[in-house]
């Protein structure tokens, strides 16, 4: 089956199966390596990707689920001014040991900023909860979060 | 080039870099790789505009040492940080000397070479502007990138002065003058991972994101207990599956870090390998570990505490008569469970196999043992197997030993193309080189005034005779050895079929937890504060063990620890109820880690309000940001693996699967941990692994001081409920 999916405001076709998971096709298809396989069974959030803007594991995703949803991947969210902002927290606070799993960390960190702009100790919990990091950032990663929300360090 | 200059551990070498400048080569096991050509070493590069570049020759996993250890070098070399470029060094440790991300070892072994290295490549700068200048050497100092001539005001950047450079003869390593650390300028302070960026913005940076022109992708399914044959598979089926190449069966071998049996799926889209080989429907052959579980282990493990030890390992003075005597015995047994690594990226490997030569691209810990496996699996030549470092997405030991790297050889070698082989996460979990569990009976006596006068620890494990399997052992200079007139170490152990392998702080993760969690309920026999009871064991300061060796321990070290961290969490001080301080202190790698931790518990579950951490590695900090992540992400890798981690095994083979039944910590969990380093006269030494061991006895010791309730087995699991 041909799929034509518009994937960081890009247009590309691709010929698979529909059960194909979006990570496969972004991986392997697309050459978009920056999304990451952790699971396969969306327990880790390393696959995180945007459909118009709401984070979903993109390795349970189907590819013929997609239609025409604007997939916004790692190496796209630099042009949403609150991903640019995650990404330069990220830097300033040295998040990253491995950096294995950061992607889907900042996927996951842009959909809560962009829903929730100043999000309490709480909503971060909730929202970066699925996402695991085995080096176990989340001190940083929750740090970065509030600073790129303009909230004071906790 | 000139002759090179030769020390006991190190060698320098300096001649012309390609596109100008100075190239120092350098290599830190000194004499010993003097026959070989200069070029082929690490190097220092200094090119005309002025930039150093720097090969790092440490695999990275995360643990910052692509980052530490060109700081050393920069800091010597005097250049702007700005300016420093990072290479990865190739795997050849003829080439490297030691190349291994483990044991806590390279800040250890590289500190005074790294630093001898940078300030070569300044004195000889420094030479070149004088000639240039026509002034002594003793005249001119640095400034980051420059050479400074301070009486004339006048100032030559290392770029002009680099091509000049090249032309003297490197200086005898040991008369070098190294700086004042209090002149530092990099070391010392936080600079970002080298990688940051490109892991920020989904640059491609991991073994699975090597992309190679006309590469295919494989995966490759095993028996689910270890080593057993294929008996069938569905080869017509998998090659069916639209985009399958081809399927075929491997007939591998038993070693349990080798090649094993099992059918390899290869495929244009790793999807559709995946799909190939659900449709292989394998059946496996019986195997002579297929009776063994988790139960069975342990009721081996509970006859032997019954029938008592095998053999004694160590006896200092007469613990049995230290017993008898005693006014006080406790007794307790421990024990803690199999886990797993799962490093966040799961196994994989790229390899291309042509006209007998193999190329590899591996996240690996531990390169050569790989080589030297993929070399007699294939029956080429070591030197016909060239291997790219590619950074791991996390390691924790499970990358040292690289049983996916000759899977991927292997199936390269069937396939006319490169070939990138992944894991499943259930592949990862199911076919790891676990932390093996082990087992603790001790049995200690207090004289009347509450002193411990004997201790007995009955460790039971798993090997044969003498011999422990990987990771299984245990040494005999476990503190309190030494500190206690009456001390005896005894053994026992079981054959096992498991892979077994070093995880962060191998043996030490377990003997932390079973040696201070005992430690707090003799304190607690001995009507003694946990704190004091530690201090008074440590004694005066001074050295267990013999000067310069790797697990001789320093008492007055862990006071220091001991001391800082009591202080720090206000140990002693009155909590709401339902919550309690625990505290312990272990010795690993080199590193004096004290911890306490804050916990209560409430619904059965025990929560980590606040951790705090002192650790003594020496008078030097290098990364301080990398140091922080190394000492945080050691205590909550430890806070996850006590409350829930555990491999289960049932018919040879293991139970979790995915992080759904292996769970890793999640952020809702994570408390906030200070961390304080105690800047000791000693030299630096490594920070990822030492302070994990203290960590679960912490943890424990906090939850008995809330409930009441202690913790002798691990995960802690349902226990609280």
Known sequence: MAYTLTVNGSPHTVDTEPGTPLLWVLRDLLDLVGTKYGCGVAQCGACTVHLDGVPVRACVTPVSRVGAKAVTTIEGIAANPVGARVQEAWKSLDVPQCGYCQAGQIMSATALLAATPKPTDAQIDEAMDGNLCRCATYPRIRKAIKSASGQAEA | ?721
Request: proline share 6%; charged share 20%.
């Open chain 2, 1 to 721: 080039m000139n002759a090179p200059v030769l020390s006991r551990r190190l060698f320098l070498a300096a001649s012309t870099a390609a596109g100008g400048g100075l190239m120092l080569a350098f290599n830190l096991e000194g004499e010993a790789r003097a026959a070989g050509p200069a070029a082929l070493s690490a190097y220092l590069k200094v090119s005309p505009d002025g930039k150093a570049t720097i090969a790092s020759k440490i695999p990275e996993v995360g643990q910052g040492m692509r980052t530490a250890l060109p700081m050393i070098i920069a800091e010597e070399l005097d250049v702007a940080w700005e300016d420093v470029i990072v290479e990865q060094a190739l795997a050849d440790t003829k080439v490297y000397g030691r190349q291994v991300a483990g044991g806590s070892m390279a800040t250890t072994l590289e500190w005074d070479g790294m630093r001898r290295v940078g300030a070569a490549g300044r004195w000889m700068l420094i030479q070149a502007a004088a000639a240039k200048l026509n002034v002594p050497a003793a005249e001119l100092t640095t400034e980051p990138g420059r050479v400074v001539h301070a009486a004339s005001g006048r100032r030559l950047s290392y770029g002009d002065l680099a091509q000049a450079a090249a032309a003297i003869a490197p200086p005898d390593p040991k008369t070098l003058v190294l700086k004042d650390p209090k002149a530092f300028r990099i070391i010392g302070k936080s600079h970002v991972q080298t990688d940051t960026d490109a892991i920020l913005t989904g640059k491609p940076l991991f073994g699975i994101d090597v992309r190679l022109p006309g590469m295919v992708y494989a995966t490759f399914l095993k028996a689910p207990t270890f080593a057993a044959k294929v008996a069938s598979a569905d080869l017509a089926a998998a090659k069916a599956v639209k985009g399958v190449r081809d399927a075929f069966v491997v007939e591998g071998g038993t070693a349990l870090d080798g090649l094993l049996p099992g059918v390899a799926v290869v495929a244009d889209s790793w999807w559709a390998a995946r799909r190939g080989r659900n449709a292989l429907d394998a059946t496996w052959a019986e195997h002579p570990t297929s009776a063994q579980s988790t139960a069975s282990l342990a009721a081996r493990a509970a006859e032997f505490a019954k029938a008592g030890a095998q053999r004694v390992a160590r006896a200092d003075g007469d613990v049995a008569a230290a017993l008898k005597g005693a006014a006080k015995v406790v007794s307790a047994s421990y024990d803690y469970p199999f886990i797993a690594h799962a490093p966040l990226e799961p196994q994989n490997c790229t390899a291309r196999v042509k006209d007998g030569k193999v190329e590899i691209w591996a996240p690996t810990q531990n390169p050569e043992p790989g080589r030297a496996l993929v070399a007699k699996t294939l029956n080429v030549p070591p030197e016909n197997v060239t291997i790219h470092l590619i950074r791991c997405g996390g390691g924790f030991g499970r990358r040292l030993i690289n049983d996916y790297m000759v899977e991927a050889a292997f199936i390269a070698s069937k396939v006319d193309a490169p070939v990138q082989l992944i894991w499943t996460r259930e592949d990862d979990i199911q076919h790891d080189f676990y932390r093996p569990g082990g087992w603790h009976n001790f049995t200690a006596g207090l004289d009347a005034k509450g002193d411990l006068v004997a201790w007995r620890d009955h460790f039971v494990s798993f090997g044969e005779g003498e011999t422990f399997v990987r990771s299984g052992g245990m040494n005999s200079t476990q503190f309190p050895a030494g500190a206690v007139a009456n001390y005896q170490h005894e053994v026992s152990v079981m054959p096992l079929g498991i892979p077994t392998g070093p995880l962060r702080a191998p043996g030490n993760n377990a003997f932390g937890f079973v040696i201070q969690s005992f430690t707090d309920e003799v304190a607690l026999a001995a009507k003694t504060d946990p704190v004091e009871f530690r201090r008074k064991l440590l004694g005066e300061p001074r050295l267990i063990g013999p000067e310069g060796q790797n697990d001789s321990f320093h008492t007055g070290r862990m006071r220091g620890v001991l001391d800082l961290v009591a202080e720090k969490s206000g140990w002693g001080r009155k909590l709401a109820k339902g919550r309690g301080l625990g505290v312990a202190c272990h010795f690993s790698h080199l590193g004096y880690v004290a911890v306490v931790m804050e916990v209560s518990v409430a619904k059965g579950e025990a929560k980590v309000h606040k951790v705090w951490v002192a650790a003594d590695v020496g008078r030097q900090i290098i990364n301080p940001t990398g140091a922080d992540h190394q000492v945080q992400g050691s205590i909550l890798d430890a806070i996850g693996s006590t409350l829930r981690q555990k491999i289960t095994f049932e018919n040879g083979a293991a139970v979790e699967s995915n992080f759904g039944d292996f769970p890793l910590l999640r952020m809702s969990e994570t408390p906030p941990i200070e961390v304080h380093y105690l800047l000791s006269d000693n030299r630096p030494t490594g920070l990822g692994e030492p302070v994990l061991p203290p960590a679960p006895a912490a943890l424990c010791n906090a939850i008995f001081a809330a409930t009441g309730k202690r913790i002798r087995s691990l995960p802690v699991g349902d226990q609280l409920a």
